[in-house]
């Protein structure tokens, strides 16, 4: 989705971005509209298995928003929120490379290295 779609006088020389920071500051309302609406398309269109799991993130993401007492507080807990989550993924990591590590290797060592032309002499 592009804004041109939700406001067609935005011009194509304005990016989204810039349209929504001005509209952030001059109207606070419009912008939480577009914002919600925005992340629902992006929600709805993203694939089926996905979508329960972008739903509750997104509610855990509005209530930090609306549990802070202002901007600041709330993107600092949203940035804690995203690094514990990056903490999280490098743990499970960790562990999968433990994991593969401790496997006992499926050849150990049980293999000879045939010179090929030695061994296609020998056929003959």
């Known amino acids: 989705m592009t804004l041109s779609t939700i406001n067609p006088s935005v011009s194509d020389s304005v990016s989204d971005f810039e349209f929504l920071a001005v509209l952030a500051k001059n109207d606070p309302v419009e912008f939480e509209k577009i914002r919600e609406k925005i992340i629902q398309e992006f929600i709805d269109s993203s694939e089926d298995s996905k979508r329960e799991m972008l739903v509750r993130f997104q509610w855990r993401i509005d209530q930090t928003r609306k549990q802070a007492k202002n901007p600041l507080h709330a993107f600092i807990k949203l940035n804690q929120m995203m690094w514990k989550s990056l903490d999280d993924l490098v743990a ?11 496997q006992e290797p499926i050849l150990e060592n049980d293999f000879e290295v045939v010179d090929l032309m030695e061994f296609k002499n020998k056929k003959r």
């Open 92 to 102: 499970a990591q960790n562990q999968l490379v433990k994991h593969v590590r401790d």
